[in-house]
């Protein structure tokens, strides 16, 4: 037997405590901007690789360099999808939560079951000759709602 069959489940929970307590509930902001959260693998690359000859920081190809009122514009541009795309998430979000009204879902139904009954009312012609205005006074007249002379 391994040393990995031999596990316990108690050693198994206390593990599972262990990490527990060790998880943070709130997020870690990154350091140079305190507002954002931590990116996963954000870090200084280039103190990473200072001594890799191979590690280039200046005259690198294809670099692009922006000044401030270009960064200023893209941040704009970007401010207005952000806001775009939240809005359609809301509404979509809004539009998936009703249950009742005019909603997507309950046309989709309305459609369905308007096809399955119309599939059933050419069936019933097709077998009984009765054509479909007639099976709808036919069961109107057995519902009571016409024909009654009492």
Same mark, same amino acid.
């Given at each position: ?7 316990? =489940? ?28 931590? #990116? ?23 670099? =692009?360099?922006?000044?401030? #009122?270009? #960064? ?13 795309? $939240? ?24 459609? $369905? ?5 119309? =599939? ?31």
């Amino acid at each position: 037997m391994s040393s990995e069959e031999n596990v316990s =489940v108690d050693d198994i929970a206390e593990k599972v405590k262990e990490a527990a307590a060790n998880y943070e509930e709130a997020p870690r902001m990154n350091p140079d901007r305190p507002e954002l959260p931590e #990116l996963k693998g954000d870090f200084d690359w280039d103190a990473k690789f200072s001594g890799d000859d191979d590690w280039i920081v200046e005259n690198v190809p294809g670099k =692009v360099v922006l000044g401030e #009122l270009e #960064l200023a514009t893209q941040v704009t541009a970007l401010g207005k999808l952000e806001e775009k795309w $939240r809005k359609r998430r809301v509404e979509k979000e809004y539009e998936e939560s009703r249950k009742l009204g005019w909603t997507a879902l309950a046309e989709s139904y309305n459609g $369905r079951l308007a096809m399955f009954f119309i =599939v059933v009312g050419l069936l019933t012609e097709y077998w009984t000759g009765v054509t479909l205005p007639g099976q709808v006074e036919e069961m109107l007249r057995v519902g009571g709602v016409i024909g009654f002379e009492g």
